[in-house]
């Protein structure tokens, strides 16, 4: 009894500490937490899924002098910054909990946009916009997703598609309440309406969301970017076939309006499109994530990418020769649910395509390569436009619907890999 009662005792304690190493599924804080990064990316991912709006009254107003290829640039920053800084703020998060960079990173996205409202330079912008913003919705993005990570995981692509379709929402209102109040008030004016809502929400989801492991050391012999991760087949073919997907997937929504206008849509209802392209982007962030915790996240994000280049090349395309009010608003209800579901199943896809081991290294490798893909994907299509004369969008439209497609079918391999090394097609 004696000798029995040391090994009972270390058992118990063995299987304490693996409960309380797994997240409490369905729990309050957990579900709280959910919340609060709906919140912080619909301020944050959402506002940036309105950039057609910028785009367009840049183009006709304050940087009328500048070409599409030059403005783009200021939201291709933005967008990589919502991935390049994602390593260090993702590392902060794991080490000393979210306020450090949640907090500081809420104020930084209000400030920047209070600063865009006093610029009138393209440098201003730029850096106000383009850079400020972007770090700021950088670190609030990652927060977000980490700590949804500490708490979730058998639900892991659910709760990371509710949190995401805050930037579907966020896309559908800021371009509506952004034009609304700019015919009412001015763009400067607008900026500034804009980022006091921006700055009472993302109050809130500082209070909502809360990481759930404790403080530990610094760990300074962590790597950042680690290529040798590279060598492990499927997850290279993975980080390619997003790179390129990735490559294309804003197209729609940085050149949609300018299109619509072009072809005689009213100014207001080409803007619309793009709140029209996150409404429906809004069931394809949450839907397919669903499904994906059944028959599998690598499944649903390659279908998704194959089918938003196929609606780029058959539903997109064709409309650049022959105007259709109609025809273009089915396209933006089409691309938002395919590539609503793509984008929300980047990272949960990026948590399996390796060993627990490698999971900090495989997120800062693969945040730093889709970074690179954001930041030069919307000035090569603005390139292209320009080569074109501005009025033809056939050939970023085939650049970006042909990207999908190959990105999808590498997507496709490294799918098939998975299941075959794992004994089972619902990878």
């Known amino acids: 009894m004696t000798e029995a009662a040391p090994d009972a005792v270390e058992t118990f304690a063995r299987e304490t500490k693996e409960e309380l190493s797994l997240p409490p599924e369905g729990g309050t804080k957990g579900w709280l937490c959910v919340s609060g990064a709906f919140l912080a990316i619909f301020c944050t991912f959402g506002f940036l899924n309105a950039i057609g709006v910028f785009q367009t009254t840049y183009e006709e107003t304050i940087l009328h002098s500048y070409t599409p290829s030059e403005i783009s640039w200021i939201f291709a920053t933005q967008l990589a910054l919502m991935w390049a800084p994602g390593p260090i703020f993702g590392r902060l998060v794991d080490t000393y909990g979210a306020a450090p960079v949640l907090y500081p990173c809420s104020f930084l996205c209000v400030f920047s946009l209070c600063m865009t409202s006093l610029a009138d330079e393209y440098y201003q912008i730029f850096l106000a916009q383009g850079l400020g913003f972007g770090i700021g919705a950088g670190g609030v993005f990652t927060t977000a997703v980490v700590c949804i990570g500490q708490w979730h995981v058998r639900r892991r692509a659910l709760a990371t598609g509710i949190a995401t379709a805050g930037s579907s929402l966020g896309g559908v209102i800021f371009p509506i309440f952004f034009h609304r109040v700019m015919e009412r008030v001015g763009f400067y004016g607008a900026i500034r309406y804009t980022a006091l809502m921006i700055g009472i929400l993302m ?30 087949k499927q997850f290279g073919l993975f980080t390619i076939g997003s790179f390129l997907t990735m490559w294309a997937i804003f197209a729609p929504l940085n050149f949609l309006p ?23 982007s809004t069931f394809g962030r949450t839907i397919p994530p ?10 649903v ?19 650049n020769y022959h105007s259709s009010h109609t025809g273009l608003i089915f396209f933006a209800l089409a691309y938002g649910f395919f590539s609503g579901a793509f984008v929300s199943l980047l990272m949960p896809c990026v948590a399996k395509a390796g060993s627990i081991e490698t999971l900090g290294r495989r997120f800062g490798t693969f945040q730093i390569i889709m970074s690179i893909s954001n930041l030069t994907g919307l000035p090569i299509m603005g390139a292209i436009l320009v080569r074109q004369g501005g009025v033809d969008f056939s ?28 004994g089972t097609w619902k990878v």
């Open 301 to 319: 994000i390659t279908s998704s990418a194959a089918l938003s280049g196929i609606a780029m090349l058959a539903l997109w395309l064709p409309f």
């Open 258 to 280: 300018s299109m619509a206008q072009q072809n005689g849509f009213s100014p207001s209802l080409a803007l619309y499109l793009i709140s029209i392209v996150n409404a429906s």
């Open 395 to 422: 050939g970023l439209q085939i650049f970006a619907g042909v990207n999908c497609i190959l990105g999808s079918v590498l997507l496709l391999v490294a799918t098939y890999s998975f299941g075959k090394t794992q």
């Open 203 to 232: 109050a809130v989801s500082c209070f909502l969301i809360t990481a759930r492991l404790p403080r530990k050391k610094w760990d300074w012999q962590a790597k950042w970017f680690d290529v040798t991760l590279f060598k492990q």
């Open 290 to 299: 669903y499904l994906a915790d059944h028959i599998g996240s690598f499944n």
